[in-house]
């Protein structure tokens, strides 16, 4: 994800679903280096299976986070965090606010439902810039987020030609289970039609 932020030069970069971090971590590292900023949004509570059963750990609290990423030298310059249900009117507020309503890249990993999904990517794609990408994650793993990015493929609903999709089943990573396809959909807007570069 970091090298295509790179790539595309990318400068608003927001993250749906911090949970630990990690993902954090790394946006904010390339966003550092290009000058950019990330926005991260989470309610930075127990979710579902991620509540210490069953040797997983706790999600962490908005401030234990930041005091690490601020530990790997990314302060307020390079990265703003939000406690807030992205599932309300108040985030969607928040958000337009924070982007000043032009988003580069969205990385939507927050609640996995088709219910959470579409209204992670409700909020963010009116915002989208004309070159922007929405990345989804876990869209092979879990149910939700794997039926929301098929309408958004095949459903007049969803599709209005606005978008191609490039889907990405796999995803694991190292150290992770044989064959762990974890899943990732880039959904990038057809802004070419307005691009001043070459062909």
Do not use: W
Not at 62 to 78: A, R
Not at 120 to 146: C, M, N, Q, W
Not at 162 to 179: C, E, H, K, S, V
Request: hydrophobic share 35%; glycine share 12%; proline share 4%.
């Amino acid at each position: 994800l970091a090298s295509y932020i790179d790539f595309c030069n990318y400068k608003t970069i927001v993250e749906i679903g911090v949970q630990y971090g990690h993902t954090t971590q790394a946006l904010c590292e390339i966003a550092s280096k290009i000058g950019g900023k990330v926005y991260g949004y989470d309610f930075f509570g127990p979710i579902g299976a991620y509540n210490g059963q069953k040797g997983i750990p706790i999600t962490p609290d908005i401030n234990t986070i930041k005091s690490d990423l601020e530990k790997h030298g990314y302060g307020s310059e390079v990265l703003k965090l939000t406690k807030v249900n992205t599932q309300t009117d108040e985030f969607a507020k928040i958000l337009k606010e924070d982007t000043k309503g032009k988003i580069d890249f969205a990385f939507i990993d927050g609640c996995h439902s088709y219910s959470g999904t579409k209204n992670d990517f409700e909020k963010v794609y009116p915002l989208l810039e004309s070159e922007g990408t929405i990345v989804f994650h876990d869209t092979f793993s879990h149910a939700g987020t794997r039926a929301f990015v098929h309408d958004l493929r095949v459903s007049p609903d969803f599709n209005d030609g606005t978008y191609d999709l490039i889907n990405l089943p796999f995803g694991g990573g190292p150290g992770t289970q044989p064959f762990c396809r974890i899943g990732m959909v880039f959904l990038v807007k057809r802004g070419y039609a307005k691009s001043f570069g070459g062909i």
